[in-house]
């Protein structure tokens, strides 16, 4: 890893706790762990609700006392018919679920709830002389303190990207007890904020595995094109054998072979002329190779596409030729009638294939947090640009260092973890935050961060406009200071849904953006309850048709803006929002072009023959 890396994560954390600090230095990365083989945990857990955190601390804000620690190696009953007790807590007889799947589907009882929940399982694990043992779990949200066989092993603030700690020491051969209290609860200073738009999700999301390495292994591997048609690799090393450790990059089917040698830290950087034989990755023709990496003991893998993505004005180049982004947003949530968030690669193609086959899409907008690496697997295998983002939006604590230093290292994870991925085109740093110094220097900061960590990929954020008017017609004008340092400029419109706007007059709404990045309608849509039609002239707002009207009429106004480089709407399906609760929503926000079980609508067609059309001319 470049030492630009590590100054960005010390940067990030010298806004830690002493403690934290410490548990952020020694937290590896595993990049392409979910390539390496291991033992999946993934399957039945016991869960046990506490909603005041005694399991954590006492009454008096001492730690908690034996009747209430759920993570002790305690068997209670037997504790309780020799005298001992009486217990608050017997993990042994708690409920069981499924996991990976947030816990709103646990049971009835738990639909709305936000607070601690404690996970256990007990696993039988062999022991490898010569071997380091790793704990990774893909995402809990939010905060996640882990214990195994009773002892504490680490902490976790953020509930979209993965964490790992070292087991090797901990870890027994035959029975082990992990235990995983997750706690859902957002705060002013979080990130995110409390107050969304959608389902919170709270609990163990993705998989669960135990990972074995070498003693010595890669912790960090990132390979691409860079814009001078060079095949690079950045490789750091874990371990006790690092300084001076033979490596070799492999690139089968190209015939790239590059070795080397780790420096006094870990780390490696080499690059080569890529050869002529490279097929560029795009979404016509989504090409992956085999990579790998060789350094002692260890054998490293994944699989990669090679393609660039730039700017040049207001044009957006992939591989050096001009893209009309054709996108839909997506929130991480699997069709049905009640998600857990629990995205298989099935889960994850079923929607990005009809986002893919049904719409002509070639890019979807993954909103508002990082999602699973499943699903970014599948948009390199599919062939679909991604916008990937941290959740950064609304009320967010721009003065507070804490709050700073969480984004960052939720960024800097996010980057780390999909950086090999071809298909992320833009990272996002934010969405709809209202502009302030103090908002402004913050997310410079972030913007900074993500042009340290990858210099190969753009930089974008969904802004906020202004609302005049001359002589009689809208005008919406963007002048975000922030602009300055994106090269994507993002824009949430939903002119005629949430302003008086008629349909009619949509189309001549007049806008003012910076002449000299592109523009990209990162959301726009409308509400339409599936099978609820209202063939009016003038139809009312949640039928099909006034959502098939909505669109027809944004995407006139769309065409006018002579530097939009692609639009995003909102959304591919219906998702969970507790916030929506009248008669056509109930609990869901219903912009969805298809429904939660995949009913399309209307308006579905609308932007499918829009972008079929605009496919056919790019293609000219």
Excluded: C
Excluded at 8 to 22: E, G, T, Y
Excluded at 269 to 283: F, I, Q
Excluded at 379 to 395: C, K, N, R, T
Excluded at 443 to 463: C, K, N
């Amino acid at each position: 890893m470049k030492s630009w890396l590590i100054a960005a994560m010390m940067a990030a954390a010298a806004f830690l706790p002493p403690q934290a600090r410490a548990q952020e230095t020694a937290s590896p990365a595993l990049v392409a762990a979910d390539l390496r083989p291991g033992l999946s945990l993934s399957g039945l857990w016991r869960y046990s609700i506490d909603p005041y955190r005694s399991g954590v601390t006492g009454f008096h804000g001492e730690p908690a006392n034996a009747s209430e620690r759920r993570y002790a190696e305690t068997d209670v009953e037997a504790a309780m018919r020799a005298g001992g007790g009486p217990f608050e807590y017997d993990m042994q007889a708690a409920p069981l679920t499924t996991l990976p799947g947030a816990w709103l589907t646990h049971s009835a009882e738990m639909r709305h709830y936000q607070g601690l929940v404690w996970y256990q399982r007990r696993f039988v694990a062999a022991v490898e002389p010569g071997k380091r043992q790793f704990l990774r779990i893909g995402a809990a949200n939010y905060k996640a303190r882990v214990y195994l066989n009773g002892k504490f092993i680490g902490e976790h603030e953020g509930g979209f990207t993965p964490f790992a700690f070292d087991v090797t020491q901990q870890l027994r051969a035959g029975e082990n007890q992990v235990t995983v209290a997750v706690d859902s609860a957002a705060s002013p200073s979080s990130v995110p904020p409390p107050v969304t738009d959608w389902e919170n999700y709270g609990g163990i999301t993705r998989d669960i595995r135990l990972i074995a390495t070498p003693e010595t292994f890669v912790d960090d591997a990132w390979v691409r094109l860079t814009r001078d048609n060079k095949i690079a690799v950045d490789v750091r090393l874990g371990g006790p054998q690092a300084a001076g450790r033979a490596l070799k990059l492999q690139v089968p089917a190209l015939g790239v072979v590059l070795s080397g040698t780790a420096d006094a830290s870990g780390r490696w950087r080499a690059s080569v002329a890529a050869p002529r034989t490279l097929l560029r990755w795009s979404p016509d023709r989504p090409q992956l190779y085999d990579v790998t990496i060789d350094a002692g003991e260890d054998h490293w893998r994944d699989r990669i596409g090679f393609r660039t993505i730039t700017t040049r004005g207001s044009e957006i180049l992939l591989n050096g030729k001009p893209l009309f982004l054709r996108g839909i947003s997506l929130h991480e949530e699997e069709f049905g009638v009640a998600p857990s968030r629990a995205i298989t690669p099935a889960a994850a193609r079923a929607l990005l294939m009809e986002a893919k086959s049904g719409l002509h899409a070639n890019f979807v907008r993954l909103a508002h947090y990082p999602h699973s690496e499943v699903t970014t697997r599948a948009a390199d295998e599919l062939g679909l640009l991604v916008w990937s983002e941290i959740p950064v939006y609304w009320l967010i604590d721009w003065s507070n260092p804490a709050t700073l230093a969480a984004a960052r290292k939720m960024l800097a994870e996010n980057i780390v973890r999909d950086r090999n991925r071809a298909s992320i085109a833009i990272w996002s740093i934010a969405n709809e935050t209202p502009n302030s110094p103090a908002r402004n220097a913050f997310l410079q900061t972030l913007a900074g961060d993500v042009r340290s960590l990858d210099d190969s990929r753009l930089v974008g954020a969904a802004l906020l406009t202004e609302r005049s008017e001359e002589n009689g017609t809208p005008v919406m004008t963007m002048n975000d200071p922030l602009a300055a340092s994106l090269d994507v400029m993002g824009i949430n419109t939903y002119n005629g849904w949430y302003t008086a706007d008629r349909l009619d007059l949509v189309p001549s709404i007049a806008w003012r953006v910076p002449a000299d990045k592109p523009l990209l309608f990162s959301e726009f849509g409308a509400d339409a309850k599936a099978g609820f039609h209202d063939p009016r002239p003038a139809p009312q707002k949640f039928s099909e048709e006034f959502q098939r009207d909505y669109y027809r009429a944004t995407l006139a106004m769309a065409a006018k803006i002579p530097t939009l480089r692609g639009v995003s709407p909102w959304i591919l399906k219906d998702f969970r929002s507790p916030r929506r609760q009248n008669p056509y929503q109930q609990g869901w926000n219903r912009k969805g072009l298809v429904s939660e079980t995949g009913q399309r609508k209307l308006a579905y067609d609308v932007l499918a023959d829009f972008y079929a059309d605009k496919a056919g001319k790019d293609a000219k």
